[in-house]
């Protein structure tokens, strides 16, 4: 069994900052990316940021480009989110993946809860 923990979610005014943090757990296996998806009510899930383990390279949505930053602490299987700049929009629920692997296993969090007012 393999858990993620989310950890950094909350409440914050427009133009401010958060810091997300998710925690890999258990049978840990060969970890090809890690990532963080969000979904806002009556919306699909999205990918947000992501960053592939061999190679270190990383990915964002362009709506976030420029505001987060995905970093990843391979030693603590560990992966964090910085959002800076915080925008009514980026109000979701923030879900933290793990790929791990051969055949590319999906596993997920719980969940984090972002709110931003104005």
């Known amino acids: 069994q393999v858990q993620l923990v989310e950890s950094g979610g909350g409440l914050v005014q427009a133009g401010g900052s958060l810091r997300l943090s998710c925690t890999a757990s258990?049978?840990?296996?060969?970890?090809?990316?890690m990532g963080w998806y969000r979904q806002a009510p009556g919306k699909q899930r999205e990918l947000v940021a992501r960053t592939i383990t061999d190679g270190g390279s990383t990915y964002y949505a362009d709506s976030v480009k420029g505001r987060f930053t995905i970093s990843r602490d391979n030693a603590k299987n560990t992966v964090y989110l910085q959002m800076n700049s915080l925008k009514l929009e980026d109000t979701a629920v923030y879900y933290c993946?793990?790929?791990?692997?051969?055949?590319?296993?999906?596993?997920w969090g719980q969940g984090t809860q972002v709110t931003v007012s104005s």
């Open positions: 258990g049978s840990i296996f060969s970890i090809n990316a």
């Open positions: 993946n793990a790929n791990m692997g051969r055949w590319g296993t999906n596993y």
